[in-house]
């Protein structure tokens, strides 16, 4: 089955750039999606369709796309951006069946 | 403003069912599908499948084919999960979210189904 995969953690101090990767065959033909989940919260998504924004979402979120890899930047990470990020994509094979990443531990000290 | 409510936390015996609710606000129910996603304890998020709300479409994960439906009543724009034949191992976090077509955007605030003898 397809899987996408991401890094178990990242750690930055806060004002640092963090970049946080998913990787996975099907992303040269598919959009990746990020979520946010706090302690005890539902996910929140934080970038759709490779790199758009929601509206209310910092400027400070960006995302990319190229090749198999995707990638969420969080440019001056702030204390309140720590959190579990998640990326969501589907397999190629017709299906359209989701699929999300393991997830990565964002830590901002 | 887009709103998703889920019912309340469930208690169920190996080999029970499960059904969960998810009312949509906010929006026009018929315009988006209804994803589903789970949530064990400390681990990631796990696809479980995906509803049209126009159509009643479904497309569910391979590993839960046979045991899952989902279902949509757009009188009362309400989406529902049943997960059938629990295991110990279907105890988890289920969270309903808002999909144009797969792609989660809106979620509701999550529903914990535990599954004990």
Redesign the interface.
């Known amino acids: 089955?397809y899987e996408l995969t991401q890094p178990p953690s990242v750690s930055v101090s806060p004002g640092q750039t963090a970049r946080i990767t998913c990787s996975g065959d099907a992303l040269p033909k598919k959009?990746a999606?990020w979520?946010q989940?706090k302690s005890g919260q539902?996910?929140?998504?934080v970038i759709?369709e490779d790199s758009k924004r929601?509206s209310g979402i910092p400027e400070r979120f960006s995302g990319s796309s190229s090749g198999t890899m995707a990638t969420l930047t969080i440019s001056g990470a702030q204390v309140e951006d720590e959190a579990?990020y998640?990326c969501?994509s589907?397999d190629s094979s017709g299906?359209?069946?989701?699929?999300?990443?393991?997830?990565t531990k964002l830590t901002v000290l | 403003q887009v709103q998703l409510v889920q019912s309340g936390a469930e208690v169920k015996k190996p080999g029970a069912s499960v059904k969960v609710s998810c009312k949509a606000s906010g929006y026009t129910f018929t315009s988006y599908g209804i994803s589903w996603v789970r949530q064990a304890p400390g681990q990631g998020l796990e696809w479980m499948g995906w509803i049209s709300a126009y159509n009643g479409n479904t497309n569910y994960a391979q590993k839960l084919q046979g045991r899952v439906t989902m279902t949509t009543d757009t009188s009362t724009s309400t989406a529902y999960m049943e997960l059938r034949s629990l295991r110990s191992d279907d105890t988890a976090v289920y969270y309903c979210a808002r999909a144009k077509t797969g792609d989660p955007d809106y979620w509701g605030q999550g529903t914990l189904v535990t599954v004990s003898s």
């Not at chain 1, 539902?42 to 998504?45: S, Y």
Request: charged residues 10%; proline residues 8%.
């Open positions: 089955s959009y999606y979520y989940q539902a996910p929140v998504l759709y929601p579990d998640y969501y589907t299906n359209h069946r989701g699929v999300f990443g393991g997830g």
